[in-house]
């Protein structure tokens, strides 16, 4: 569990799908309205169970739910290496600018090197959401909206989990180190 000041991450568990309903049911209703997604008794079932093979991160601020990141361990045959992929990632539009995202991102990096992945990548269907100032600055970020961080940058990002949002921002790598074993 990260605890970052008012900011809490830890892995969304069995008893969550409230939460997660609520969270996903406002990143579907900003992104995909008339999306009617997936209920808090399937949450329960598929994902919060770990039957799907989804993970999932629920932070909180000031005990408030505040957004989510769901991802998934991949592997890549070409560099055989694994890591992992990012589902989706949603923060409370009243928490943006906190540092939430950041927040997960650098939690979901630690866990995944934990566990010997070596790479973080994602997407998003609109391009200026995959590629903001924080994706622009230590991912390389692909005209598809695809986005990839590794190697140095990785390493980095994963070392920044349970530092304070500002502490993160400072810490961020340079894009140039995702070229970097």
């Not at 008339?34 to 093979?53: F, P, Q």
């Not at 739910?65 to 009243?94: E, I, N, T």
């Not at 590629?131 to 070392?159: M, N």
Request: proline share 5%.
């Amino acid at each position: 569990m990260t605890q970052l000041r008012s900011m809490d991450i830890r892995p969304a568990r069995p008893g969550d799908g409230d939460v997660l309903h609520s969270l996903l049911s406002a990143y579907l209703a900003e992104q995909f309205p008339g999306h009617i997604g997936s209920s808090a008794t399937v949450l329960e079932h598929d994902v919060l169970s770990s039957a799907s093979g989804l993970r999932v991160l629920l932070a909180h601020v000031q005990r408030k739910p505040a957004g989510f990141v769901a991802w998934h361990r991949v592997y890549d045959m070409h560099w055989a290496k694994g890591g992992a992929q990012v589902a989706d990632l949603y923060v409370v539009p009243a928490h943006r600018g906190l540092g939430v995202a950041l927040a997960l991102v650098a939690a979901v990096c630690a866990s995944t090197l934990r566990e010997g992945g070596a790479y973080l990548q994602g997407g998003a269907f609109d391009r200026a959401s995959a590629v903001g100032r924080f994706y622009e600055r230590i991912a390389v970020a692909f005209d598809s909206a695809e986005c990839h961080c590794a190697g140095r940058a990785f390493r980095q990002l994963a070392e920044l989990d349970g530092q304070s949002p500002r502490a993160i921002v400072r810490g961020l790598p340079p894009k140039a180190w995702n070229y970097e074993p």
